[in-house]
């Protein structure tokens, strides 16, 4: 008898002191959730978005003073540097251009008389001068090139049957191809880079490079001398097509229906000027830190959270770069401050990545997946934020392989959150994320690779634009992001039971 009881009262001390364990990590998870402020997160976001960054470009002066910055938080909530050499510094050569003035987009219509009346444009409703440009002048026909694509191995050349040397080339972005559902879609990925498309132009001759890309900002377009950029709105592209019977959007859907290139000589003649200084000189870097798992075994297992740290910086105006991608960076940022103070302790690492070169290419998380700090085969997943400040309601993606990692989120959210939440993965071979993300090179490389996004946006996004400030950002929402990614990485780190 006296033997049950003993039985029966160890069972009863532990399981009061599993209880205890669980009220004393509720009560320190929930303590420094309510630490993670909109408030505070805003002043981030203006530091960020202020003056002496000048826009954040990759290679400047202003990008390294940011990361210096970034790296002083992280030392000050006491987040370990986890580059190779000790720092919080992964560097990598950012060469960049300065964009010294707008230069000048004109129209030049010849008149029946002979006589060539001009139509100058506005920046930067109707163009946007090349990040990346040449400096100088150029007058000359326009060629339209559709995509701007030779893939000989497809079957598809836009330049096929047209001569454009000393022309000025018209292309869109992306590729004709358009399901990303398909594993087609994988051997289009290659053509849809903006720097692909410069590049294929200056190996067909061409002189000058009209993107229909919005008329924004846009500083991965490769750097040749011997070209002049410019980026162009609606305005401009209608009356490149006025009188000629079609436009854009029939030829692009043509072309997506066909897969057959619609390109043509236009007739229609510009002037492009650009005022630009090359540093080839330029250096870029991640700004990566740790904090360290505590477990002997699981500490050696990684989860990486990212967002790049750098925006299009200055052409003609600065481009603050708020929710592209300040947002993402002080999603982050709030979730590891509270994440290094709150005295719980996690079993596996927890890597914060704060990336560089992404508007110049991609730059930093080609190098992180090429030189990365643990082995991939340790990580447990890499998880992506980009503009991810804008909205009403949250959104969780994961590739194939990473789909059970989306009931964290899901538990974060129903627990303390109360947003509406989409959580979706992508079937197995189904293409993931966008062309131009950090994401998309981690997940090509063979990582378990995840996104954090907003929905339900109701405040006008500037993308690659003037106006893309503070006051464009719902930071109620990004208090809640941060929030959420607290929670549910605490709870991942510390499930030793944790599979795919």
């Known amino acids: 008898m006296k033997r049950i009881i003993l039985i029966f009262l160890a069972a009863a001390f532990l399981i009061s002191t599993d209880l205890f364990l669980q009220d004393d990590f509720e009560s320190r998870l929930l303590k420094h959730f309510h630490t993670i402020s909109s408030e505070e997160m805003m002043t981030w976001v203006e530091k960020l978005c202020s003056p002496e960054f000048e826009g954040r470009l990759t290679g400047t002066p202003g990008f390294l003073a940011s990361a210096e910055w970034v790296a002083g938080k992280l030392r000050e909530w006491g987040i370990k540097p986890a580059a190779e050499d000790g720092s919080y510094f992964q560097w990598f050569d950012s060469p960049y251009t300065v964009v010294n003035d707008i230069g000048s987009l004109t129209l030049r219509i010849r008149q029946s008389d002979g006589s060539i009346i001009s139509k100058d444009y506005v920046y930067p409703e109707d163009f946007y001068p090349g990040m990346n440009s040449g400096n100088g002048e150029i007058t000359a026909e326009v060629v339209y090139a559709g995509y701007g694509v030779t893939a000989p191995e497809l079957n598809y050349d836009d330049y096929r049957g047209i001569d454009v040397k000393g022309k000025i ?38 002189s000058g490079f009209l993107y229909i890309d919005g008329a924004s900002a846009n500083p991965n377009i490769s750097y040749d001398p011997s070209i002049i950029v410019c980026g162009i709105g609606q305005q401009p592209l209608a009356d490149i097509f006025a009188g000629l019977k079609t436009s854009n959007s029939e030829l692009t859907d043509r072309m997506k229906k066909t897969m057959k290139p619609a390109s043509f000589n236009t007739g229609k003649v510009v002037t492009i000027k650009a005022n630009t200084t090359r540093h080839p000189e330029g250096k870029g870097c991640n700004v990566i830190g740790m904090i360290e798992g505590t477990d002997p075994v699981l500490k050696k297992e990684v989860i990486i959270i990212g967002a790049h740290l750098d925006a299009v910086g200055k052409a003609g105006k600065i481009v603050n770069g708020a929710l592209d991608n300040a947002s993402g960076v002080v999603d982050i940022m709030g979730a590891a401050k509270a994440m290094a103070l709150s005295g719980i302790e996690l079993k596996r690492s927890v890597m914060f990545l704060l990336l560089g070169g992404e508007e110049n290419g991609l730059l930093g998380s080609k190098l992180y997946t090429q030189q990365p700090i643990f082995p991939k085969e340790q990580t447990i997943t890499y998880i992506n934020l980009d503009m991810v400040g804008n909205g009403t309601g949250l959104a969780v993606n994961a590739s194939g392989p990473a789909k059970n990692l989306l009931s964290y989120f899901e538990d974060a959210n129903t627990k303390y959150i109360h947003r509406p939440l989409r959580t979706t993965a992508q079937s197995s071979g189904e293409f993931y994320g966008r062309p131009r993300s950090d994401g998309i090179i981690f997940n090509l490389a063979g990582y378990r690779t995840m996104s954090i996004g907003t929905t339900g946006a109701y405040k006008k996004v500037f993308y690659h634009l003037p106006g893309d400030d503070p006051d464009a950002l719902t930071i109620e929402i990004m208090e809640d992001v941060a929030k959420m990614i607290y929670v549910a990485l605490t709870n991942m780190a510390n499930d030793a039971s944790l599979r795919f």
């Not at 498309?197 to 067909?204: I, S, T």
Request: with cysteine; hydrophobic share 30%; aromatic share 16%.
């Open 169 to 206: 080339v018209l292309v869109n972005r992306d590729v004709p191809y358009t399901d990303p559902s398909n594993p087609e879609y994988k051997k289009w990925i290659a053509y849809c880079y903006h720097q692909y498309k410069l590049e294929n132009a200056v190996k067909h001759g061409a």
